[in-house]
């Protein structure tokens, strides 16, 4: 599965962004679809996951409330929607997918190059 993120720029706190990521390839091998962010000298951590059939969702606690996860399985593209950006959102936000239901990034074996998101204080 090949994975195409985009969206990310700099937005001021409390905005708004839409991240999305398009799948192609074989994507029928792919069950779910997962965010994940990597912030400057931190660990790559889990975000938000959706399953493609059914749409199954699973957030972060540090996310939930603010960010929602959505797919159109006739685009084959994941969104991630968020708002009430905080600074500490600034990260570089991966997509990736994974043959099976898990939000756990060890189990996600397709990645796409990530996108920038700042937040400005």
């Known amino acids: 599965v090949q994975l195409q993120a985009s969206g990310g720029g700099l937005v001021q706190a409390g905005g708004s962004l839409r991240l999305s990521c398009a799948a192609s390839?074989?994507?029928?091998?792919?069950?779910?679809m997962g965010w994940f962010r990597r912030a400057p000298g931190k660990e790559r951590e889990f975000v938000a996951a959706?399953?493609?059939?059914?749409?199954?969702?699973y957030y972060a606690d540090s996310v939930k409330g603010r960010f929602t996860i959505s797919r159109d399985n006739a685009k084959n593209t994941v969104y991630l929607q968020m708002a009430g950006l905080k600074p500490e959102d600034t990260a570089v936000y991966y997509c990736a997918a994974a043959p099976i239901y898990t939000w756990s990034i060890t189990n996600f074996d397709s990645w796409g190059q990530g996108t920038q998101v700042t937040v400005s204080s």
């Open positions: 390839g074989r994507t029928f091998s792919s069950t779910t």
């Open positions: 959706i399953r493609w059939t059914g749409g199954s969702t």
